[in-house]
Every structure is written in structure tokens, then in C-alpha cells.
């Protein structure tokens, strides 16, 4: 009885308090932009198994991405990008350095999940619950390397020739 | 417990309430927080002052960057003072943005920050900045907030009447406090000032495009003091003026024998008739030598050239350009007001404010209202140019600024107060006192055709008993008034790095929409770069070793290295391989007698290091950059010179793919 009560109570505060900053911030009109600057929550306890696949295509600019062949230039292209941007923190291995081993992304996760990742990490690791999860056991953001859609989609098709091998 | 609930929800209701009211702004502001310093100094966290300000650093030869209205400091711009905090004037590539024909030099003394202008208002593309003592100019790019070009000039002594910029920024100008013989003539007895000492007012081109400066001419002046310049505006456009004191041209007492006179000059100079005679091939090219360095952001490096040779025009050879206009005791300030008819110089000793017509002042040439003739250069009648003067002022007035409604503010040093006067009618409104000894002061925009009316700021030189005391050496600081009512109302006192010469204001949004964020990894033409952990490496030529490294969160590669030997010279450069904003690598290493390195994303910083014992010299990244910062580390292995010791190196790369491989 005691136990629901305060999780009501506190709800009703979450919820004022949730109202209370969007009345702030609809009146502020001020220049600072804090929506853009990544404070991940403390939200650790979520029941996510980060080497499981999952379905979700996260969020981002990337919400329905059509599969075709592998395209070896496009591959290539992509490897270059890997080597200077992303090779720093992931290997092509499943062993984990900074982030993630990359053996077998794109079986665990979907296509626009992976690509939205590269391209907004800020708001993936922010949203997302598996980008969440990966976060609190990493501890180092995903880095937002500036890599732009028609480069991520050449990791991304990197990244499957890598996985089928 | 329904009575805790019910409290609880009203407190939450109330809280709200509370919110809402704090967070919307009352449409009138004066009327309700009328009295209220506070409320108009207040930036909420998170939020974004109105203006920037540039405070000039003064002894510290650098320049602070403010908020207004808050005060805040945001960063302390390294231009001509080594920055051990950023390793500028320590790294390789940025120690040649400190030679000069003296040599390399670590200090100066920067005074005036001049913004860039486009039709006569500040465009927010530039700031330049003098340096006094070894005669110099910066240029400081505000997409960046870095040093870019720095320009020496010739022939002068004391730049302290500079860099203030023409209406479009054609050019910016320098010239000597001290004058002093002209280059190669500089060995003659003190005795011969009159004969043998010039001033140099010099006119560097600025190019439209890149901001590229260069010494387009100089014209040879009267050796006496020139001590600050504006530039016309509007109708004036076309000309330049400097004060200029000591027309006694003494060389020693100067607080005595420099103020005999009771008038010395304002200098008037038709620069834009000087660029035509100077296209005409009128200037006479003359040896000399100066240094002009600029810092490129593809190659992340600067270039040091010298330059050997200026041209001149002499000033008793060009008289239809060049005027002077007599002025009471000692003038300090130069300032022309937005309209540009009317300039306005304080004379230090003087007890009134004289204003000059520049109306009148083509009517006095065309007239030849001269008094005399002062080393070639025509004295035009004081009455034949005066518009009138502003009567009991104060004591010692120094500066002068203007609001956008026909007001113009003075600083007055001596009796350490702000006079605000009507620029038509010349009679004080408001006096407001200032904590202590103001000498320049700044309105947003203030010196442009388009002043904002809001704000003016004291630069004030003594602060006793303001703040905490912290020894014998207190801090300098500024303070904000509020000028948008009939009478300033003081609001916010702040401390400033150095002292706080001139400092310049401007509307933030004119620069925050050009705010670099990083600089693009496959940009980097440093002939040192590393783009991937790929190319990490270090390589042996003879005694010189090159570790060519990255850095990303959260490590460094190579991360060890082994066969480095005693008298080696070790480079290290440093690549941050980051391409988000606000992600700065730091990089030292034990022992190393320059400083760290702060390498920004995307840039690629070298540091010299010269092992002189044998050990293992750890280095780090001193940017706290992510959870696992403190983890990124390194050793440098130093053996005897001669040992055997073979030149190895490891990764974070590398280790990994070892322990995949067992």
C-alpha cells in the first residue's frame, strides 16, 4: 500500500515537473540550445541483453532502408571511412575496445538502427534503449564523428561484407 | 496522508506558478524592475548573453572574451603572450607566429581590439589587436577565436595608435607613440629628436576576402607622440585621424616638458587620396625589414616571411593630404561620431571637450585657414575647425563613445566618472561615477555608424576596496551601465585579465552563427598528421625522432614507445581524430620544458621534446575527455645515447590484435 503511494506521488511530481520545465523553456526564447547537448540519464537498470538481436530501427533520419546486394565498391569506400572515423574505437572483430566489436552487427541490429547510430549518437545514446544500455557499459559515448548519410551507408555496406565472410 | 498529498501538489501548483512568472519576461522592463541591477544582469544557466565584448589584456598581451550582460569570461584569446595553457607559442607550428626582425618575442603589451567593419557597422568577421611594445598587429579570426595573421610594422615605435579600421575595413592603421629615426638611422645622440626622430602612420591593407594584412604604405609624420586614431565615417569615410601629444617633441620630463604647449594636434590624413598617390607610383620604396607570420587551419601551421621593403610618402612632400588641427593639452582619445561630422578629442589636461566639424574642416582647407606649419604639414586655425566646445566636463577626459541617440559618453580619468552630453547642443545630461580611474569605456557598436544604445562599459584602471583583496595586486575590471533610461544606472561590477585597455562589443548573433565547431580530418594538410590509427608511427632520421600520434577517447597510439635515446629531439605530433564539437585532446609528457598541448579536433600540434635523462617518461591526455581519460596513457622509453636499443612502438590497435590472435 505504502510502496504504491509513493510511486504515485511520485509520478504526480515527475509529471509537474516535466510540465514545469516545458513552461520554462516554452517562455525562454533564449539562444541557449541545451535541447542539442547530450546529458544521458543514470538509467542503467534496463533489462537489455546488448548482444541479443533487436529490433529496433532507433532514431534518426533513417527509418525504412531497403536491402540489395552487397556492393563491393561502395564497401570499399566504406572501409576507407571505417579506418579514419570509427577503426579508432571498433574493431572489425567481436573482440570489444572502446566501443563495441563489429562482428555481427548487422545481424544483432537492423539496418536503419546502425545507420542512425553512426549519423546521430547524440540522441541515440539520449533515447534509444539499446543505444542507452551500450552506453552504460561502455562508458564512452558513441562519438559523433560527423560522417554524412551517403558515408554511412557506405560503412554500413562495409560493415555487411564484413558479416558475411 | 491525504494532507501530506494535498501539500505536496499545492507546493508542485505554486512552483509552477512561480516557474511561469520568472521565465516570461515582462514586455516593460524599466517599469517594473526599475531599480532592479540584478534582474538585468541575470543570464539563467543554460542560457546565452546578449553581446560578446573584447576587453584588450593589456600587460598580459592577449584577449578576454566576455558575455554581456553577465560579465561572464569565456576565454582568454592567446595572440601575443605564450599560452602554456594551449601550447600556443610552444608548438612547432605555432611558435612562428612570435618572430619578428627582433627575433622570436613572447610578450607584448595589446591595447585597442577594433572589430571589422562592412559599411561603417561591425560585421563580426575579425577583431584585430595591437601590440605596443614590439610595434604589431593581430588579426583574430571570429569563426575560430584564434590568431591567424600578426603583422610587424616598420619604422615604428610605441604601436599605440591602432588598429582602428577604415568604414569597410580597407585598412587598418598603426603609428608611433614613441617615434624614433627612421630603420638603419636609429644610432644618434637623444640630443637630435627634433631633427632625426619621425612618427609613422601606416595604413596595412586588408583583403576583402581572406583578411590577409599587408603594409600598403607609410606616411613619415612629425616626430611627436600619436597616441590613438579613428577612422571618418559617412561623410568623412575617406579620412583618418590621430591625436597626437608632445608637439613640444621633448625627450626628457616628458610629464613637464611635453606640456608646455597648449595645443597639440589632431592629424588629419586623406588616406584615400594617399592610396591614389600611391597607385600613381608616387611612394618611395625604402629598405626595411619585418615580419609577417599567418597561421593557415588546413595545414594548422604558421608561416613566418620577411618582408624588406615598405613604401613611403613623406609628409612635407604630400601637404594636400595631410592636416593638423590644434587641440587643447595633450589629446587622448580621437572619436568620430556615427554620423561622421563631428570628431572628437579629449584633451587629457585640458577642462573642455573639444568637437571638431569636418564640414569645417574642408571649408578650412579650401579656405587655407592655416596658423602655421609644423614640419611641412599645415596648421589649420582652432576656430576655423571647431564646432564648439562641451564646458566643465571633469578632470582628465580620455575617451569617447556614442549611443544611437545623439548622446556621446566621455571617460574622464582624473575625476574617475562617465559624462554623458548632447553631441548637437554640447551640454552634459548625466555624470556618473566610475570605481576607479576609468580610462577607455565601450557602448556596443560605439565607435560604428550604428551604435546599439543599451549598454556602456567601464574599463577602469584601480579597483581598491571593489573586490577581496589578493595582496598587493588586484585585479582590473569593468563595469556595466545601463544607458537606455535618461540617466546611467550602474549595474554589474567584473574582474578583467590584464588591463583592460579599449574593449569592443557586439551583437552575439553576428558571430555565433560563424562559430567553427572542428576542424575537418580530411582537411588537414599538416605535413605531420596521422588520419587513422593506421597511420600512427614513429620514425628515426639521425638524432630526430617523429611519433606520429592520435588521440580519440579514449586512447592514445602509440601508446609505448621504446628506443628513444639521451640527446635525441623527440617530436611529437599529435592528431585528434574527433569530429564533434567541444572534444579537445591534451597531450604532456615528464620533464618536457615547453608546455602541454591542446589539440582540438581534427587538428594535428607538435611538441618538441629533448630527453636529457635516461627512464620511462609517462605522458597523458590533461583534457579530461571521457570516463576513461585517466586511462589514456603512454610510456616513452629513454636509454643511454649510443645503446642499442631498437625503435618499437605499440597501440591500442595493436595489443588488441595480439590478444585476439593467442
Redesign the interface.
Known amino acids: 500500500m505504502k510502496t504504491k503511494?509513493i510511486t504515485k506521488?511520485t509520478m504526480?511530481?515527475l509529471s509537474?515537473l516535466v510540465?514545469?520545465a516545458f513552461?520554462?523553456q516554452s517562455?525562454?526564447g533564449?539562444?541557449?540550445d541545451?535541447s542539442k547537448a547530450p546529458t544521458p540519464s543514470a538509467d542503467t537498470n534496463i533489462s537489455i541483453d546488448t548482444k541479443a538481436h533487436s529490433n529496433s530501427k532507433g532514431i534518426g533520419k533513417f527509418s525504412a532502408v531497403k536491402l540489395q546486394a552487397i556492393d563491393p565498391a561502395q564497401a570499399a569506400d566504406g572501409l576507407k571511412i571505417f579506418?579514419?572515423?570509427c577503426?579508432?574505437?571498433h574493431?572489425s572483430?567481436e573482440?570489444k575496445?572502446?566501443g563495441p566489436g563489429l562482428k555481427g552487427v548487422t545481424e544483432r541490429r537492423t539496418p536503419e538502427w546502425i545507420l542512425n547510430m553512426i549519423t546521430n549518437p547524440a540522441e541515440m545514446i539520449l533515447k534509444d534503449p539499446v543505444a542507452k544500455k551500450l552506453y552504460s557499459e561502455m562508458?564512452?559515448?558513441m562519438?559523433?564523428?560527423?560522417?554524412s548519410d551517403a558515408e554511412a551507408l557506405k560503412i554500413f555496406e562495409y560493415l555487411r561484407q564484413n558479416d558475411s565472410k | 496522508m491525504k494532507t501530506v498529498r494535498l501539500i505536496l501538489l499545492s507546493l508542485l501548483v505554486a512552483s509552477m506558478a512561480a516557474g511561469t512568472l520568472s521565465s516570461c519576461k515582462p514586455k516593460k522592463v524599466g517599469s517594473v524592475m526599475a531599480g532592479d541591477a540584478a534582474s538585468k544582469v541575470y543570464v539563467a544557466p543554460g542560457k546565452y548573453d546578449d553581446f560578446y565584448l573584447f576587453t584588450s589584456g593589456g600587460f598580459s598581451g592577449q584577449l578576454g572574451v566576455y558575455g554581456l550582460p553577465s560579465g561572464r569570461l569565456f576565454r582568454n584569446i592567446p595572440v601575443f603572450s605564450q599560452d602554456a595553457q594551449s601550447g600556443w607559442g610552444y608548438s612547432e607550428e605555432t611558435k612562428p607566429m612570435f618572430n619578428t626582425s627582433h627575433g622570436f618575442v613572447p610578450w607584448d603589451d595589446s591595447h585597442h581590439p577594433e572589430l571589422s567593419k562592412t559599411n561603417g557597422e561591425d560585421d563580426g568577421r575579425w577583431i584585430f589587436i595591437n601590440g605596443n611594445n614590439t610595434p604589431r598587429i593581430a588579426r583574430i579570426d571570429l569563426s575560430t577565436f584564434r590568431t591567424v595573421d600578426i603583422i610587424e610594422l616598420p619604422n615604428a615605435g610605441g604601436n599605440h595608435a591602432s588598429p582602428f579600421c577604415t568604414e569597410n575595413t580597407e585598412y587598418v592603421v598603426g603609428n608611433s607613440r614613441f617615434s624614433i629615426p627612421m630603420e638603419g638611422k636609429g644610432d644618434v645622440p637623444i640630443t637630435t629628436f627634433k631633427e632625426n626622430f619621425k612618427g609613422a602612420a601606416t595604413f596595412v591593407k586588408v583583403d576583402k576576402e581572406s583578411g590577409n594584412m599587408s603594409v600598403a604604405f607609410q606616411i613619415i609624420v612629425p616626430g611627436f607622440n600619436y597616441d590613438l586614431a579613428h577612422a571618418g565615417k559617412g561623410v568623412s569615410r575617406d579620412w583618418m585621424f590621430f591625436s597626437t601629444y608632445n608637439s613640444e617633441q621633448a625627450h626628457n620630463l616628458l610629464e613637464v616638458n611635453a606640456s608646455q604647449n597648449d595645443k597639440d594636434f589632431v592629424m588629419a590624413i586623406n588616406w584615400k587620396k594617399a592610396e591614389e598617390m600611391i597607385a600613381q607610383g608616387k611612394g618611395k620604396k625604402i629598405p626595411a625589414s619585418f615580419m609577417h607570420n599567418t597561421y593557415s587551419e588546413k595545414t594548422h601551421s604558421a608561416t613566418s616571411t620577411e618582408m624588406k621593403e615598405v613604401t613611403v610618402l613623406y609628409a612635407e612632400e604630400v601637404p594636400e593630404i595631410i592636416y593638423y588641427i590644434p587641440c587643447p593639452k595633450s589629446p587622448h582619445g580621437c572619436d568620430v561620431s556615427p554620423d561622421g561630422k563631428y570628431i572628437v578629442a579629449s584633451g587629457k589636461l585640458a577642462a573642455t571637450i573639444p568637437v571638431f566639424s569636418f564640414e569645417k574642416l574642408l571649408k578650412a582647407i579650401e579656405d587655407k585657414s592655416y596658423e602655421g606649419n609644423v614640419g611641412g604639414v599645415n596648421v589649420l586655425k582652432y576656430d576655423a575647425v571647431l564646432a564648439g566646445e562641451v564646458p566643465q566636463t571633469g578632470l582628465g577626459p580620455l575617451h569617447t563613445e556614442f549611443d544611437d541617440k545623439g548622446f556621446a559618453y566621455t571617460s574622464f580619468f582624473v575625476s574617475s566618472e562617465i559624462v554623458k552630453w548632447d553631441l548637437e547642443k554640447r551640454v552634459v545630461v548625466d555624470r556618473a561615477p566610475t570605481y576607479y580611474s576609468i580610462g577607455h569605456l565601450c557602448v556596443p557598436g560605439g565607435d560604428t555608424r550604428k551604435p546599439s544604445g543599451k549598454y556602456v562599459i567601464a574599463l577602469n584602471k584601480i579597483t581598491k576596496d571593489r573586490y577581496l583583496p589578493t595582496g598587493p595586486e588586484l585585479t582590473q575590471s569593468a563595469q556595466l551601465f545601463d544607458i537606455s533610461g535618461d540617466k546611467m544606472q550602474l549595474l554589474l561590477d567584473f574582474p578583467t585579465i590584464g588591463e583592460p585597455h579599449y574593449a569592443q562589443a557586439i551583437p552575439a548573433e553576428k558571430i555565433v552563427k560563424n562559430s567553427k565547431k572542428f576542424f575537418k580530418i580530411e582537411e588537414n594538410t599538416n605535413p605531420f598528421v596521422a588520419k587513422s590509427e593506421a597511420e600512427a608511427k614513429v620514425t628515426r632520421t639521425g638524432k630526430r625522432v617523429d611519433v606520429y600520434m592520435t588521440m580519440i577517447r579514449s586512447h592514445i597510439n602509440p601508446d609505448n614507445i621504446e628506443g628513444i635515446k639521451v640527446g635525441d629531439e623527440v617530436y611529437f605530433h599529435i592528431t585528434n581524430l574527433e569530429q564533434d564539437w567541444d572534444i579537445p585532446h591534451g597531450f604532456a609528457v615528464k620533464g618536457a620544458n615547453t608546455s602541454e598541448l591542446l589539440i582540438m579536433p581534427g587538428e594535428t600540434q607538435t611538441l618538441k621534446w629533448l630527453p636529457i635523462k635516461v627512464g620511462m617518461f609517462p605522458y597523458y591526455c590533461t583534457d579530461f575527455c571521457s570516463a576513461l581519460h585517466q586511462e589514456m596513457q603512454g610510456y616513452a622509453r629513454v636509454s643511454p645515447a649510443g645503446s642499442a636499443t631498437p625503435l618499437i612502438f605499440s597501440g591500442g590497435a595493436t595489443a588488441v590484435a595480439e590478444e585476439v590472435k593467442k
Open positions: 503511494w506521488t504526480i511530481i509537474g510540465t514545469l513552461l520554462l517562455c525562454s533564449g539562444a541557449g541545451q579506418t579514419t572515423k577503426a579508432t574505437c574493431k572483430t573482440v575496445f572502446v562508458l564512452t559515448p562519438a559523433n564523428q560527423n560522417i
